[in-house]
Structures are given as C-alpha cells and as structure tokens.
C-alpha cells in the first residue's frame, strides 16, 4: 500500500528553527509536496521537490532524498504565524497525490 | 469570483437525503479535484477531472459522483448521504495534471450527516 508519515504534532519557539519530517512508500515517484492549512482554512502550497536537494524559499526550505523515501521542511525564525499544520504529499505514478495527515505546529512565546 | 469558490460554506444533512457541493474556479485551470478531509487522516481523493468531460475515481469515491460539463465547474454529489459522509469537503484545481503542477484549494464545505 501507499503510505506518508509525518509526525503528529510539534512544538517550537518563536524565533527558532524547525524540521519536519516526511517519509514516503508510494507506487511511483513524480514529485513531492509541502503545503501549510491554518485551522479552519484551506491548505496553501508551500514547495515542490523532484529531484535531490534542498530547495530554498525565503524563511522556509524543502529537502528530499528519494532513495531513502524522505522529505523534510525547514521553518526559519519561526513566527506565531507559522502556527498550523504542515502537510507532506508525494504524486504517484499516476500522477495523484497522496497525502500525509499533517503535522501540527505550536509555536510558544 | 477569484480562484476557486465552493458552496455551500456549511451544512447540516439528514441521512438519506441527495445533496450536491458545489465547486466554480475561474483560472481556466484544466485538472480539478475533490477531496474529504477527516481528523488524523489525509485528505483522499474521491473524484478527479483531467480536463472537461472526463472524470476519474479517485481513493474513496463510494456514495459520490461528479460531472464536469465545462472548465469551471465541477459539483460533487451525494446521493443518498450516510453519518460516515460527516467530513470536510474541499475542492482544488490545478493548470494541469502533470507532476509540477500544484494544486489550488476553495476553502472547504464542512457536511454533517446526521
């Protein structure tokens, strides 16, 4: 089957850093996601990853090592703003994605 | 109307009744995409349109259909709704289907089934 963990909830200061972690088993390879959805809203795309490496956006940064069947966002300076949940989802040889159930992020004072 | 847009925002369904969600975008995007968000679960898919006039099933498309008669629009139906249906309905589309192409959300229909 196709499966993507991420841990359930975190927690981090305002100001710090933070790595989220994705793992994946899906049937096919043709991209990765991270997309951010404040409680109650829609989620909103964050960053794309198909192929090794770092991708960097402002405050925010996106990894992927497909051998290993993992991703991991990268949250810089954190703001109280950041606080929402963090989804991680692959697009499988059929071009669909699948999505993990998200990361809670708690951002304390 | 700016991106994507769904209605209704909310509704309260007794059990067995026919209901249909509806879905409008307006950036003539070719892909478009239902999706059920329950809690500690991912969003599924139930339904996909490649382009206008196909649809496909998705992860969980038991007790739903779609129609996607033009670009813009593409209603969600349920037929004779159950308690399980109980969910967050989003809809999302995307320029196209292929691997790059990210996916735009409206901002969700919450249903209860009671």
């Known amino acids: 089957g196709q499966n993507i963990d991420q841990p359930t909830e975190m927690t981090a200061t305002e100001g710090a850093i933070v790595q989220i972690n994705c793992t994946y088993q899906?049937?096919?390879?043709?991209?990765l996601f991270w997309y951010q959805q404040h409680a109650g809203e829609a989620p909103t795309f964050l960053s794309y990853n198909v192929l090794d490496g770092l991708e960097e956006k402002g405050r925010f940064s996106s990894f992927l090592r497909r051998s290993k069947g993992y991703s991991y966002l990268l949250l810089k300076e954190l703001q109280m703003k950041d606080s929402a949940s963090y989804l991680c989802?692959?697009?499988?040889?059929?071009?669909?994605?699948?999505w993990g159930a998200g990361t809670k992020l708690i951002i304390k004072p | 109307i700016a991106g994507i847009t769904q209605a209704p925002t909310s509704q309260i369904l007794a059990a067995g009744r026919r209901m249909t969600l509806r879905c409008t975008q307006d950036?003539?995007?070719?892909?478009m995409y239902w999706y059920r968000q329950d809690l500690g679960l991912g969003l599924r898919l139930i339904h996909y349109?490649?382009?206008?006039?196909?649809?496909g099933k998705g992860e969980v498309p038991d007790g739903y259909s779609v129609s996607r008669a033009n670009t813009d629009d593409f209603p969600l139906t349920l037929a004779s709704a159950v308690p399980s249906q109980t969910s967050v309905y989003f809809c999302?589309?995307?320029?196209?289907?292929?691997?790059?192409?990210?996916?735009?959300f409206g901002p969700g229909t919450r249903l209860t089934v009671t």
């Open positions: 899906t049937s096919g390879f043709n991209g």
């Open positions: 999302a589309s995307s320029e196209a289907s292929g691997s790059s192409y990210e996916q735009y």
């Open positions: 950036m003539r995007h070719n892909a």
């Open positions: 989802a692959v697009r499988d040889s059929n071009y669909q994605l699948i």
């Open positions: 349109s490649n382009t206008a006039g196909t649809t």
